[in-house]
């Protein structure tokens, strides 16, 4: 269930930190299991991947 921009830029920097925080969380959680054979989803890696991207991104640009 990946994020869209739209729903991430009216998001404020403290919901999109936390937010961020989660799924750095499950990102290593998943590298965890994939690391041990037990990932029946190894998509969601990179669906997590992208999110932090998009967080960042939404983030880096509110900065300016």
């Keep these: 269930n ?12 403290a919901e ?6 989660e799924l750095k969380a499950e990102l290593f959680n998943l590298r965890f299991q994939h690391a041990i054979n037990q990932l029946e989803n190894p998509m969601r890696i990179n669906a ?3 999110d ?3 967080i960042n991104t939404v983030l880096s640009s509110m900065d300016k």
Excluded: D, G, Q, Y
């Design 2 to 13: 990946s994020m869209k921009m739209n729903e991430l830029r009216n998001m404020s920097a």
């Design 16 to 21: 999109l930190t936390a937010k961020l925080k």
């Design 48 to 50: 997590v991947k992208k």
């Design 52 to 54: 932090i991207a998009r």
